[in-house]
């Protein structure tokens, strides 16, 4: 059985009183990517699971998972996979799926037990589900792309939309990558909150001692925490989330909750900030 970290949910008023190690240990998720090995993190924000996958060369297989209390991790739930690594393959409900970097495989619910393998290193999202629609892969030129941001505002970045409703149907996750150009550090600014669902950005694509400063917390009570190359970190509803990097990097940003509608947000002025 598939062994799994708990993070339980934390209001406002309390995450106002935690020190940096008190944050780091309710939402910080590192070392999600051990070689041979599946993690996961089991969030009691929508009931958000958020794992890593490395099989380095033996085949890795996720089926049961005790947190769900069901038969198999899949049986109520539904899935993404997103390969950050090299090419591999996904297989589920008796389906080969050739995965490449970049790429992010939606797993139906009542998929089964998943196995992974080849060179790839994958990152798991799962949600609650309550219907089945088709398992699919989308490739980064499948995607939505959205251009953002200027290089004058130091946050000219690139959003592509792979888990959409304008791509496919699902029940509860909405998922997808933003890249930053070369001399852009900030992402998700002007900052917004959304109290209708739970996000995870997961941080990549940055050298080994390059860091990105994320901001959490009420618009009013910023915290903030030091991420490193393929660490995680989930945002409360209440939470704003939004960070700046010591040099360009990507994150990929995964939500669940009621709304589906990627433009369900709450925007919050720079002068709310403090």
């Not at 996979?81 to 797993?107: H, I, P, R, T, W």
């Not at 592509?160 to 933003?178: A, E, K, N």
């Not at 509803?237 to 990507?250: E, K, N, P, Q």
């Not at 994150?251 to 589906?260: C, E, K, L, Q, T």
Request: glycine share 10%.
């Amino acid at each position: 059985m598939t062994p799994v970290e708990i993070r339980h949910a934390v209001d406002p008023q309390t995450a106002r009183a935690l020190d940096t190690q008190g944050l780091r240990a309710n939402f910080h998720m590192p070392g999600l990517f051990r070689p041979g090995a599946v993690k996961l993190v089991y969030t009691h924000y929508d009931r958000m699971i958020v794992g890593g996958a490395v099989p380095n060369g033996k085949d890795l297989v996720l089926d049961e998972v005790q947190n769900t209390g069901t038969a198999t991790l899949l049986e109520r739930r539904e899935m993404v996979v997103a390969n950050v690594g090299e090419a591999g393959k996904v297989s589920a409900a008796g389906v080969d799926y050739a995965l490449d970097n970049g790429a992010m495989l939606y797993l139906s619910m009542g998929s089964g037990p998943v196995t992974l393998s080849g060179k790839g290193r994958y990152y798991l999202i799962s949600a609650p589900a309550h219907q089945a629609y088709p398992s699919r892969i989308v490739k980064p030129d499948e995607a939505t792309r959205i251009d953002l941001g200027s290089a004058e505002e130091a946050n000219q970045r690139i959003l592509r939309q792979y888990v959409h409703p304008g791509i496919m149907p699902t029940c509860q996750i909405v998922m997808g990558m933003t890249t930053l150009a070369p001399g852009s550090t900030w992402n998700t600014m002007p900052a917004h909150t959304h109290d209708r669902r739970s996000e995870v950005y997961l941080y990549i694509g940055m050298a080994e001692k390059q860091r990105v400063f994320h901001m959490m917390g009420e618009p009013g009570e910023t915290r903030h925490l030091v991420l490193a190359n393929e660490e995680a970190v989930v945002s409360p509803s209440w939470s704003i989330h939004c960070g700046a990097g010591t040099a360009a990097y990507s994150f990929i940003w995964a939500m669940a909750g009621d709304n589906v509608g990627f433009t369900d947000m709450d925007p919050v002025a720079m002068e709310d900030l403090r």
